[in-house]
């Protein structure tokens, strides 16, 4: 199961926010659901997130990883994603089951910015297809749409998934998500991709 993380070809330009608040920027922070633990990821995951990012049913899903990863890139990413928690711009985590809680199974995230409309945030997630088909994508990405509405001033998520990818699309609409159009997403890795794109109103209208 994955959905897109990644730069739009064809939006408005988009700044980064600091919008989420200093309760979830220490590596404290975890949010827990039925299943699963959602944690900072931590150094010693790089391993496991490069097989798993790198896995071919994964890397051909998502725009942010090539099929065969290094351990080295997954150090590097997890570095920046450590610093973009810290700093409020992202929201971003390991996912894990909640029976083994140091071994991750996939990926999750909103990098928040300030557009034209106002504090939005972006999304992604991907997981090991040895857990697909359990609805831990769901369960995972319900909890942190939940925790972003009830700890920020972000009204709007957005999501984009690849046309054949089923089963994330079936993952957004269970979680709320709805289709807002077709685009094109620009990959450091993949070039440009054709998506669907999806969002998700929280309440009200974009925060200024």
Do not use: C
């Not at 926010?17 to 299943?35: K, N, Q, S, Y």
């Not at 959602?38 to 997130?49: E, F, K, Q, S, T």
């Amino acid at each position: 199961m994955t959905a897109l993380l990644a730069a739009r070809s064809a939006v408005q330009q988009a700044r980064p926010a600091a919008a989420f608040p200093d309760l979830t920027r220490d590596e404290v922070f975890m949010i827990g659901t039925r299943r699963l633990w959602l944690r900072w990821p931590r150094p010693d995951d790089a391993a496991a997130l490069a097989r798993i990012g790198g896995d071919p049913r994964v890397a051909l899903n998502v725009a942010t990883w090539p099929i065969g990863a290094s351990v080295a890139l997954a150090g590097e990413r997890i570095t920046l994603t450590r610093a973009a928690n810290a700093a409020g711009t992202r929201f971003a985590f390991v996912i894990a089951r909640r029976d083994a809680w140091a071994a991750p199974i996939g990926l999750i995230g909103f990098n928040s910015t300030r557009t034209d409309d106002g504090l939005v945030a972006t999304g992604g997630y991907h997981l090991d297809p040895d857990h697909w088909g359990q609805g831990y994508a769901t369960e995972a990405l319900t909890s942190i749409v939940s925790m972003i509405r009830l700890v920020t001033r972000i009204r709007v998520l957005r999501a984009s998934v690849m046309p054949h990818n089923i089963g994330s699309v079936r993952v957004l609409e269970k979680s709320g998500f709805v289709a807002a159009g077709a685009s094109t997403l620009l990959s450091e890795v993949h070039g440009a991709v054709p998506v669907i794109d999806y969002t998700r109103r929280l309440s009200g209208r974009a925060a200024k």
